[in-house]
């Protein structure tokens, strides 16, 4: 009885592995207006530069504000 359950066991174990190692293919159709927009531009657009919160400057102002408090 023991050996079945065990038998039983690894069979359900190797069907889960299986059945979840399987390669999902699920594609994103392409607009021919985004296929046409990524040739044009070319560019990767970058929104506005931020400023370094780790400079010194930054780091010697939040410690004055922390000595403020």
């Known amino acids: 009885m023991r050996k079945q359950s065990y038998r039983l066991l690894i069979?359900?174990?190797l069907g889960i592995?299986?059945?979840s190692c399987q390669k999902e293919d699920e594609i994103l159709?392409?607009?021919e207006e985004n296929i046409n927009?990524?040739?044009?531009d070319g560019i990767i657009k970058l929104g506005k530069k931020l400023e370094?919160?780790?400079?010194v400057e930054?780091?010697?102002r939040a410690l004055e504000n922390l000595k403020k408090i």
Not at 37 to 40: A, G, L, P, S
Not at 52 to 55: A, I, K, R, V
Request: proline content about 10%.
């Open 17 to 19: 592995v299986i059945y």
């Open 29 to 31: 159709p392409l607009n």
């Open 52 to 55: 370094n919160p780790y400079s």
């Open 37 to 40: 927009q990524i040739q044009v």
């Open 58 to 60: 930054n780091m010697q």
């Open 11 to 13: 069979i359900i174990l």
